[in-house]
C-alpha cells in the first residue's frame, strides 16, 4: 500500500494516499452510461477519465469492472490508523502530564526545605496563635495551602495553620 502519514500543524496524523498504483476501470456511472476511469487501487478514488479510443484503454485485455469496495476499505484503514494515531498521542499527552506534575512535586518539596518557607510557616503559626484555623480546638501542627498559584511567592492569606485532623479531612487520599 502507497500511503504517506501527514501530520498536522496541531500535531494530528492522518493518511495520505499518493494514488501511485492504479488501474483502467470500467465504471457505470448513476446515468446509465459506462466509462473508463483510472482507479487508485489503494484508496479507491477514480483519478480521470479515459476515452475509449485512448491507447490505454485499446491495448486492455480485459475490462475490469470498478471496485467500490476499495474507498470503503480504504475509510477503514484510516479510521483504524487515525484511532492509533490518537490513542498514540493521548498516551504521549499523559505522560508529559505526569512528568511535569512530577517535575512541579520535586521543586515544591524542596521548597518547602528552604528558610523561606520556613519563615512564612513560622509567621502563620504566629497569626493564628498556634491554634487550628480548621476546628480552632486543637494545636496548629501544620501550614495548608489555600491554592498553589504563588508557591515560593505565597501571600500569608494563602496559608492556614491546622492539625493533623484537619489536614487529613482535607486531604483524605494523602493517606
Known amino acids: ?13 492522518y493518511l495520505s494516499c499518493d494514488c501511485a498504483k492504479t488501474e483502467i476501470r470500467y465504471r457505470v456511472q448513476s446515468n446509465g452510461v459506462g466509462v473508463f476511469v483510472c482507479q487508485c487501487l489503494t484508496c479507491g478514488r477514480s483519478l480521470r477519465q479515459l476515452s475509449k479510443t485512448s491507447p490505454e484503454v485499446l491495448a486492455l485485455t480485459e475490462r475490469k469492472p470498478f471496485d467500490d469496495t476499495l474507498q470503503a476499505r480504504w475509510r477503514d484503514y ?23 506534575n512530577a517535575e512541579w512535586w520535586r521543586r515544591y518539596n524542596r521548597y518547602l526545605t528552604t528558610p523561606e518557607w520556613q519563615e512564612r510557616r513560622q509567621l502563620v503559626f504566629a497569626r493564628s496563635g498556634g491554634v487550628c484555623e480548621g476546628c480552632r480546638k486543637r494545636k496548629a501542627t501544620q501550614v ?12 500569608l492569606f494563602e496559608l492556614v495553620a491546622i492539625c493533623n485532623t484537619c489536614h487529613r479531612r482535607i486531604h483524605p487520599d494523602m493517606e
Do not use: D, I
Open 144 to 155: 495548608h495551602h489555600l491554592t498553589y498559584e504563588h508557591v515560593e511567592h505565597e501571600f
Open 78 to 100: 484510516q479510521q483504524k490508523f487515525n484511532e492509533e494515531a490518537r490513542e498514540v498521542q493521548q498516551r504521549q499527552r499523559e505522560e508529559e502530564a505526569e512528568r511535569k
Open 1 to 13: 500500500m502507497s500511503v504517506a502519514p501527514v501530520t498536522t500543524q496541531y500535531g494530528y496524523t
